[in-house]
């Protein structure tokens, strides 16, 4: 298995252009997250969906970033404008729901710096 | 909402010391995730406790999940420079995972 994959691996913008972050969880995983690392705010959870149903935003900062699930195999964040309090590692993970075990796979993230 | 406190934040030890990070909660916990996330690297998944009481050991690495289900503790004995990274643990809630602040092990030159 690949595992999640994530790209780009790493990008730089100008401040109010737009960036797409594209994911693709492991295959047969029912659940997908967006993560944001920064070293002031540690691992912040953005977003996450379940059978590709948005089921929490709650952490998602601003109307700016918005996030979507089309498929099973792909998914994407948005951030426009961006604004250089943006920068920070971009994580996607997923897991497979059950009962009592769920743990998460991340992907090697995005690191964007906007200028 | 649900929060679980992780201390310390950080821990200096000389090679060969022995290292550990703990987690708590103020209510009771279903179950209780570790992970490590290697400097540059992404989060890694290492074990879940989900038993009162529970011990388990990977290697050098003994995990705790405390008699009330409330408290986690992580201790590396012997550490070696493979084993810098921060540490961090993670709580099941409503589907998605709440993390502590992680624990940032640092080896001394």
């Known amino acids: 298995d690949a595992g999640v994959i994530q790209s780009p691996r790493h990008e730089v913008t100008e401040m109010g252009q737009e960036v797409t972050l594209r994911c693709k969880p492991i295959?047969?995983?029912?659940?997908l997250f967006w993560y944001r690392q920064t070293m002031m705010r540690g691992l912040e959870l953005l977003i996450y969906?379940?059978?590709?149903?948005?089921?929490?935003d709650s952490g998602m900062p601003e109307d700016r970033f918005s996030a979507k699930m089309p498929n099973a195999s792909f998914s994407t964040l948005k951030i426009q404008p961006s604004e250089p309090r943006d920068s920070a590692v971009y994580f996607c993970?997923?897991?497979?729901?059950?009962?009592?075990?769920?743990?998460?796979?991340f992907g090697p993230g995005t690191r964007l710096t906007v200028l | 909402g649900q929060q679980v406190m992780q201390i310390p934040q950080y821990q200096h030890v000389q090679e060969g010391e022995d290292f550990t990070t703990y987690c708590n909660s103020s209510?009771?916990?279903?179950?209780i995730q570790w992970y490590k996330q290697r400097p540059g690297g992404h989060p890694v998944f290492l074990i879940q406790?989900?038993?009162s009481g529970e011990v388990k050991k990977q290697k050098r690495l003994t995990f705790q999940f405390g008699e009330a289900k409330k408290n986690s503790s992580l201790h590396i004995t012997a550490t070696q420079t493979t084993d810098v990274g921060t540490y961090f643990c993670?709580?099941?809630?409503?589907?998605?995972?709440?993390w502590g602040a992680g624990t940032k092990l640092i080896i001394k030159p």
């Open positions: 209510t009771t916990l279903s179950n």
């Open positions: 406790l989900v038993k």
């Open positions: 993670a709580v099941d809630s409503n589907y998605q995972l709440i």
């Open positions: 969906f379940n059978n590709n149903v948005p089921i929490d």
């Open positions: 295959s047969g995983h029912n659940s």
């Open positions: 993970a997923s897991s497979y729901r059950r009962e009592i075990t769920n743990e998460q796979f």
